[in-house]
């Protein structure tokens, strides 16, 4: 994924987090499986959709904010 893709889905982002994300070898389409079960998964869930992947499960995994901050 490029920076310009990633910030399309995410909004800006800092530095460490484009690298974790590209680390990952997800698509632009996993990145966007992420956002959408990290913003609305009951909705997806409802729609019978399988419960995300390996790698879209690290995704959400960066992206959740820390419970601490």
Do not use: K
Not at 25 to 36: C, V
């Amino acid at each position: 994924m490029t920076h310009d893709e990633i910030v399309s889905v995410l909004g800006p982002v800092d530095e460490e987090l484009l690298v974790e994300l590209n680390a990952t070898g997800a698509s632009l389409d996993e990145l966007r499986e992420a956002w959408a079960w990290l913003h609305g998964d009951e909705a997806l869930m409802g729609s019978g959709r399988p419960l995300p992947g390996t790698r879209v499960g690290r995704l959400i995994d960066l992206l959740e904010p820390d419970e601490e901050e």
